[in-house]
């Protein structure tokens, strides 16, 4: 089996994990910039995690064949803050041309407030003045179906934003239709606790098509599994999904996605 992993928090995870997902036919890793599990309290938190993204956890990465693309963005989770978020925002395009930035991303609502929504046009700016991929974040639960309609709004108000040039991350039954009507790519996470199992995810698969569906891990500091998506694999197994079928969303989706970043290269 080989996979991708479009969505992976690493900085909160041991080097073991690396080794796992290397072992299970991994062939790259993809860190969306997040929240830590706490609030950074200065611009300059944010400088060491950019650098920490593009230049650390790349090397601690290459020890096991991976390579290691990243997103860069304040969170919605720490956006409430204006000014700090624009400050920070202020920081990212020296960190653009680092050769494994894939983009802005995970920006998007938490809360649905009103502040999270300015933070998150400044990023659509963003991304839309420097020609980068998008990859969001949608709220979790009740916030969830809300929370992607005011996303895809704002999005949809930027005329500059190609929508297949933007994913929508931690898509549901509910949610999953209206992101794929509006052009865009959409992304399933597979966790324990929220979000989708793998047999729910398949289910999606099985209802809206594989054609701009990826699955990630979206493995972090809070309770994840890192081999989520080789296990959800063996769910479409289980299922009697195609090995060529399974290849197209683990592996050729993501890189088909991804290819429109010219620094993201599957060898
Ligand atoms: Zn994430």
């Not at 020890?63 to 400050?87: F, M, R, T």
Request: charged share 25%; hydrophobic share 40%; aromatic share 8%.
């Amino acid at each position: 089996m080989r996979y991708l992993e479009p969505h992976a928090h690493m900085v909160s995870r041991v080097t073991d994990d690396y080794i796992q997902m290397a072992t299970a036919g991994c062939a790259a890793i993809c860190e969306p910039a997040f929240w830590a599990g706490f609030d950074r309290c200065s611009p300059q938190g944010f400088y060491d995690y950019f650098c920490q993204l593009t230049e650390h956890e790349p090397k601690r990465a290459a020890k096991y064949g991976l390579p290691h693309y990243c997103w860069l963005c304040i969170n919605p989770k720490e956006s409430e803050d204006v000014q700090l978020a624009e400050e920070v925002i202020g920081l990212i395009p020296q960190f653009l041309d680092r050769p494994n930035v894939l983009g802005i991303g995970e920006i998007g609502l938490n809360k649905n407030s009103r502040n999270e929504l300015r933070v998150l046009e400044r990023h659509i700016d963003l991304a839309a003045r420097t020609h980068q991929l998008i990859l969001v974040h949608t709220p979790h639960l009740e916030d969830k179906l809300k929370g992607t309609r005011l996303i895809l709004d704002a999005l949809k108000a930027d005329s500059r934003i190609q929508p297949d040039r933007v994913i929508i991350d931690h898509v549901e039954e509910h949610t999953v239709r209206m992101v794929l009507d509006r052009g865009h790519w959409a992304g399933m996470t597979l966790y324990p606790v929220s979000k989708c199992s793998p047999a729910r995810a398949v289910d999606i698969l099985e209802n809206f098509g594989a054609e701009r569906l990826w699955m990630n891990s979206a493995c972090d500091w809070g309770e994840s599994v890192p081999l989520a998506v080789p296990h959800t694999a063996l769910e479409m197994r289980r299922r009697a999904w195609t090995a060529d079928a399974i290849d197209q969303v683990i592996y050729r989706n993501p890189i088909r996605f991804l290819s429109q970043c010219p620094n993201f290269k599957v060898t």
